[in-house]
């Protein structure tokens, strides 16, 4: 069976700073793996995701994703954080893959704060 | 690329009074189709998911019910709502293919029940 846990349910930097989001995953199988994003009122936006070929992702905006197999991590980050950076982020892990139906299993969610 | 309705975009509704939420999936066929629930402040639970039409399979029991009665459409239900069914409900979709992990979301419905 999948898991996501995501450590810390709010997180604040300055705008300028690194952004370090970060989400260990449980696995049994080669794992695909998703950060998406959401903004107020809105639903979820897909910024990267992980399928078994380069082990760095990079997404929109300027973010990007590193999977360790040893750590069972897939943090994301961003070198320099923007006020429009603000918002929901969600880690995801994919369930059983060779069903028909593919169900994600999604993280509590990270919510991210930019302090001018 | 896949484009996904939702409507009505917010709902104010009392408690006991029925409910009906409708998604629509645009530029893609047969589609997996999926219902989750957003509480106030927390993650994604999921409700319901389809895998073709008439499929449906529950993930939660509770007293909501979906159909299925076109492959593109997508219906979330209930009888009678209660005050724990508020929440912002979302409809996402998987196409098949290498990309079928990959869930796109509608823009949701926020639901308040009195």
């Known amino acids: 069976a999948q898991s996501v846990t995501q450590l810390g349910s709010h997180v604040s930097v300055s705008e300028g700073a690194l952004v370090l989001l970060r989400c260990n995953y449980s696995s049994s199988v080669p794992p695909y793996l998703f950060w998406y994003v959401q903004y107020p009122n809105q639903g979820l936006q897909l910024l990267l995701k992980y399928t078994s070929a380069a082990t760095l992702v990079k997404g929109i905006n300027g973010f990007e994703a590193e999977f360790k197999k040893s750590e069972t991590s897939f943090h994301l980050t961003k070198p320099s954080a923007h006020m429009s950076d603000a918002a929901e982020y969600f880690c995801?892990?994919?369930?059983?893959?060779?069903?028909?139906?593919?169900?994600?299993?999604f993280g509590s969610g990270t919510r991210l704060s930019i302090r001018p | 690329s896949q484009t996904i309705h939702q409507w009505p975009a917010t709902l104010v509704q009392p408690v006991g009074s029925p409910l009906s939420l409708e998604c629509t999936v645009e530029g893609t066929s047969n589609p997996n189709l999926y219902w989750y629930r957003q509480a106030a402040g927390r993650g994604l639970q999921l409700l319901f998911y389809?895998?073709?039409?008439?499929?449906i399979s529950s993930e939660v029991p509770q007293n909501l019910s979906a159909s299925r009665p076109q492959d593109r459409q997508f219906i979330l239900s209930s009888k009678k709502l209660l005050l724990s069914d508020s929440g912002f409900y979302l409809c996402?979709?998987?196409?098949?293919?290498?990309?079928?992990?990959?869930?796109?979301f509608g823009p949701g419905t926020r639901l308040l029940v009195l």
């Open positions: 996402a979709a998987t196409t098949g293919g290498r990309l079928q992990e990959t869930q796109y």
């Open positions: 995801a892990v994919s369930g059983p893959r060779y069903s028909s139906a593919s169900k994600i299993i």
């Open positions: 389809s895998v073709g039409i008439g499929q």
